[in-house]
């Protein structure tokens, strides 16, 4: 769960 939540938010910042 953690980790789902980091990659979202890491993703979200790269995606930009």
Do not use: E, Y
Not at 1 to 16: E, P
Request: proline fraction near 0%; glycine fraction near 6%.
């Amino acid at each position: 769960m953690l980790k789902q939540m980091d990659f979202g938010v890491h993703a979200n910042t790269t995606a930009r």
